[in-house]
């Protein structure tokens, strides 16, 4: 059983590890008996979280050369899902968005789409890159209309987010968007103004369009009037610039594409046969406890598992490596220097200098003072690992 300390006193902690090696099987049947398919990267990725860190997949074993102690280092599941093994995941996709950023102010903009037009994007994954496609022509309209000779480009960052604070499948936009932009000749302009109304109207307009050229089931032309209708004003973005920009934005944005939508701190109780967790709903500072059946938190959690290869974070403009002029830009002063990047990527390069940063000790440190020395790797091959996997799969 594991704890942890919140504020002096030691409560019960409930991993999501557990929940899914108590309830994955179970959740299979369930999922059978009702006709719906799981779809094969779940799959692939809850058996890597209920096998990390067992050493049966694998470990490295270390001795002290001065007491003769033995400790052994499971092997983690490297999945973006796991909790354990998402974090560094995350930690290196936020420094990496850190080190591209201009020394300049920067927008958190959000694109949120229409309760109706979820389900599209759960049945079809395919539809997702319309989200980022999307938006990325909303803003590259909205600044070059400004000045149609000059053609300003914009750069910017896109995150994709499938949840809401409740868990439930609600994709949305989040988008980190320079006020600098370049023009033609290496001119550059600040545009500290947004039209919120060009950009929601643009957003709904651009979106839908692409929507309908993908979607050929008829029923849908008429949602799409249907939401012209009730949506006069366009889709709801919002645009507030980011008074006092911090690490802090960015790896909030960042956090969920390389994790679990749900931290472990926020399930308060665990039974076997429900979940309670806490999340503080839109527009409320009030801290709010749901409990639901444990086969449903699943369901939850599951449904935001990405499809293999598919990108979360996505550049654009000048924060693109493939625009044809990056290099000139890389030139202009960035929020990190260069020594400050080098020292976060030497940080979480290994496992024991992120434990260190994170925790303040040396996990090859022995107790007597030595420090400890490799002795062999135990290593599963991967064709055995993905053998043992068919085989769990054809058994389920």
Not at 167 to 175: A, C, D, G, S, T
Request: net charge positive; glycine share 4%; hydrophobic share 35%.
């Amino acid at each position: 059983m594991k704890y942890h300390v919140v504020n002096n006193v030691i409560v019960q902690k409930y991993t999501i590890k557990k929940i899914f090696q108590e309830n994955w099987h179970r959740f299979q049947e369930a999922m059978e008996e009702k006709g719906k398919a799981i779809r094969k990267v779940i799959k692939q990725e809850v058996q890597k979280i209920i096998d990390c860190q067992n050493p049966h997949m694998g470990f490295a074993l270390y001795t002290c050369p001065k007491c003769q102690q033995i400790k052994m280092v499971p092997f983690t599941c490297k999945s973006r899902f796991c909790n354990t093994c998402g974090s560094k995941y995350s930690k290196d996709r936020s420094l990496n968005m850190s080190a591209k950023l201009l020394d300049a102010p920067h927008r958190h903009v959000v694109f949120t789409i229409p309760e109706a037009l979820r389900p599209y994007f759960a049945k079809d994954r395919s539809l997702l890159n319309l989200l980022f496609q999307a938006a990325a022509d909303t803003i590259f309209f909205r600044f070059r209309e400004t000045n149609k000779s000059m053609a300003y480009t914009p750069g910017f960052i896109s995150v994709l987010h499938t949840f809401g604070r409740d868990l439930k499948w609600n994709p949305h936009i989040h988008m980190i968007l320079c006020e600098d932009a370049v023009g033609k000749s290496n001119i550059w302009k600040r545009f500290n103004h947004i039209n919120y109304e060009g950009l929601r109207r643009s957003w709904q307009y651009c979106l839908l369009k692409l929507m309908r050229e993908s979607i050929q089931d008829p029923s849908f032309k008429q949602l799409v009037d249907k939401l012209y209708a009730d949506h006069k004003n366009g889709f709801y973005v919002n645009a507030p610039p980011i008074k006092h920009f911090s690490a802090h934005v960015i790896n909030y944005i960042v956090r969920y594409a390389g994790r679990p939508v749900l931290a472990q701190s926020r399930i308060k109780h665990y039974d076997g046969k429900t979940v309670t967790f806490t999340y503080t709903p839109h527009g409320s500072d009030e801290l709010v406890s749901e409990t639901v059946d444990v086969l449903d938190f699943i369901g939850r959690l599951i449904i935001h598992i990405p499809d293999r290869n598919f990108k979360m974070i996505r550049y654009y403009g000048f924060y693109s490596n493939r625009h044809a002029a990056y290099k000139k830009y890389r030139l202009r002063r960035r929020k990190l220097d260069a020594s400050t990047v080098d020292f976060y990527k030497r940080t979480y390069r290994s496992w024991r200098k992120r434990i260190g940063y994170s925790f303040g000790y040396d996990p090859m440190k022995c107790p007597c003072g030595a420090y400890l020395e490799l002795i062999e790797i135990f290593m599963i091959p991967r064709k055995i690992y993905d053998y043992l996997d068919r085989l769990r799969q054809d058994s389920s």
